[in-house]
T-cell receptor, first 115, second 109 residues
Framework: GAVVSQHPSWVICKSGTSVKIECRSL??????MFWYRQFPKQSLMLMAT?????????EQGVEKDKFLINHASLTLSTLTVTSAHPEDSSFYIC???????????FGDGTRLSIL | GQNIDQPTEMTATEGAIVQINCTYQ??????LFWYQQHAGEAPTFLSY??LDGLEEKGRFSSFLSRSKGYSYLLLKELQMKDSASYLC??????????WGAGTKLIIKP
């Protein structure tokens, strides 16, 4: 149980392109979903927390207009990186949580490379 | 401030036992999690402790002492596939997960 699917797993695109990443909880309802970013050999960095039906809460230093998050249902959240630039290249990982005290379960991550 | 400390790197031998420590200072406590992360992959959930004591799950065990702000992850009968980073994370009073930087475990034959 507690399977989280993240798609796509790998994206390579040109600078200026917008990229959408989907995160789905397959066998449970996720009241909260999280989006992380991780650079090579560095720690996970939380970007934002989203609850179904409400606006995402962004961490300090994360531009909400650049990283658009939509959490329209209890099983789906999307992250759109708008007008991506090479410095946005990173490993983006989503996680989903069923209830407040439950563990977060992670998707497989999306490796984003902007040329 | 909130802080989680764990060693940056550890090395152990295949077949042996290794203990990865984690100390924390957080505003409130609603549980401590251990995750495993292989290089280039997303983290996978290993264990959850909210009460003091030892939780055993196969070759892996996790211990918690809330009064000491301390936990450890014990890995027995080490296998080469156990080479990974092990992340300690504490859920604070707001149910926010505070992440440690991770311990890179290197297993040698």
């Amino acid at each position: 149980g507690a399977v989280v699917s993240q798609h796509p797993s790998w994206v390579i695109c040109k600078s200026g392109t917008s990229v959408k990443i989907e995160c789905r909880s397959l066998d449970f309802q996720a009241t909260t979903m999280f989006w992380y970013r991780q650079f090579p050999k560095q720690s996970l960095m939380l970007m934002a927390t989203s609850n179904e039906g409400s606006k995402a809460t962004y961490e300090q230093g994360v531009e909400k207009d650049k990283f658009l998050i939509n959490h329209a249902s209890l099983t789906l959240s999307t992250l759109t990186v708008t007008s991506a630039h090479p410095e946005d290249s990173s490993f983006y990982i989503c996680s989903a949580q069923g209830a407040e005290s439950q563990p977060q379960h992670f998707g497989d991550g999306t490796r984003l490379s902007i040329l | 401030g909130q802080n989680i400390d764990q060693p940056t790197e550890m090395t152990a031998t295949e077949g042996a036992i290794v203990q990865i420590n984690c100390t924390y200072q957080t505003s409130g406590f609603n549980g401590l999690f251990w995750y495993q992360q292989h290089a280039g992959e997303a983290p996978t959930f290993l264990s959850y402790n909210v009460l003091d004591g030892l939780e055993e799950k196969g070759r892996f065990s996790s211990f918690l002492s809330r009064s000491k702000g301390y936990s450890y992850l014990l890995l027995k009968e080490l296998q080469m596939k156990d080479s990974a980073s092990y992340l300690c994370a504490v859920m604070d009073s707001n149910y926010q997960l505070i992440w440690g930087a991770g311990t890179k475990l290197i297993i040698k034959p």
